[in-house]
Nanobody, 124 residues
Framework: QVQLVESGGGLVQAGDSLRLSCAAS????????MGWFRQAPGKEREFVAS????????YYKDSVRGRFTISRDNAKNTAYLQMNSLKPEDTAVYYC?????????????????WGQGTQVTVSS
């Protein structure tokens, strides 16, 4: 069993930065890929970024590539999402998730464990 707790969300202005953290419990964190998803009001949950078990491979949604950076610290059982140049369209609840795979995935069904989410609001 893996438990995930996100933190770091908040209200910012367009162009600002935020760093989200995802603290994981459980012994499998360092051997599985992690991902970040987001869900805006009235929309489906969508993929944002994924990182492999070692951190050597990452993948991003097109609209965030170059602005967001996913990373992980396996010694701390924590994953991060650094978000720069935030836009109003980035407003959503952000969820971290853990797979049973070692490599990155964009597919929601590959992720077994989910956090409760953290709200990110970007004002224009």
């Amino acid at each position: 069993q893996v438990q995930l707790v996100e933190s770091g969300g908040g209200l910012v202005q367009a162009g600002d930065s935020l760093r989200l953290s995802c603290a994981a419990s459980g012994r499998t964190f360092s051997t599985t890929a992690m991902g970040w998803f987001r869900q805006a009001p009235g929309k489906e949950r969508e993929f944002v970024a994924s990182i492999s078990w070692s951190g050597s491979s990452t993948y991003y949604k097109d609209s965030v590539r170059g602005r967001f950076t996913i990373s992980r610290d396996n010694a701390k059982n924590t994953a991060y999402l650094q978000m720069n140049s935030l836009k109003p369209e980035d407003t959503a609840v952000y969820y971290c998730a853990s797979t049973l795979r070692m490599l990155t995935s964009t597919f929601r069904n590959d992720y077994k464990y989910w956090g409760q989410g953290t709200q990110v609001t970007v004002s224009s």
